[in-house]
């Protein structure tokens, strides 16, 4: 069975300051790994995967199968990033398992 | 396009009854699938389906039941609710499923939430 672990609940930065938010995993196969993201009143949205290796609004998050994680980090948050952030994982037929999530509070 | 949409946007029930939770996809989306978020934790999932049939089911009791339409619409059906239940409950589209390692992306719609009394 896979699992995704997200240790923080609670992120807290402030303006400018690195931002890392951890993931680890666990599944005996290739997985394949998203971040998610859902700013407040809005829906839950894909931030990115790790198969296209693209950085969306400055996020980037590098799979490292050794350490079975997929930390997302951004050099200098800003204040619009403040959100709930999800990791997850998929194992095939699309279906998504998440990690319980952790909440970025960017301060200006 | 409105994304996925999602009815009701909330529901209040009591033990022991039946509720029915509806989501129209994405236009052009054949897959539909629906998870579970309890307060402070992820989305947990519930059922796949792909041009009407089940393709997925997470680890959840045979109260919950769903069925694809053919305009590939879904509802999810809950019977003798407890109070455990009560989640917000997502539907999510998307374009195809994969058989193999790559996955497409899920478009989540806004969500049911259900209170259980």
Known sequence: AQRVTQPEKLL???????????????????PELFWYVQYSRQRLQLLLRHISRESIKGFTADLNKG????????????????????????????????????MLLVSP | DAGVTQSPTH???????QVTLRCSPISGH????????????GP???FQYYEKEERGRGNFPDRFSARQFPNYSSELNVNALLLGDSALYLCASSLVIS???????????????????
């Open chain 1, 12 to 30: 807290s930065v402030f303006k400018g300051a690195p931002v890392e938010l951890k993931c680890n995993y666990s599944y005996s196969g290739s």
């Open chain 2, 99 to 117: 058989l193999t390692a790559f996955s497409y992306e899920q478009y989540f719609g806004p969500g049911t939430r259900l209170t259980v009394t």
């Open chain 2, 44 to 46: 947990q999932f519930i």
């Open chain 2, 11 to 17: 529901l209040i029930k009591t033990r022991g009854q």
């Open chain 2, 30 to 41: 054949k897959s539909v699938s629906w998870y579970q978020q309890v307060l402070g934790q």
């Open chain 1, 67 to 102: 350490e079975t994680s997929f930390h997302l980090k951004k050099p200098f948050a800003q204040e619009e990033d403040s959100a709930m952030y999800y990791c997850a994982l998929s194992a095939g037929y699309s279906t998504l398992t998440f990690g319980k999530g952790t």
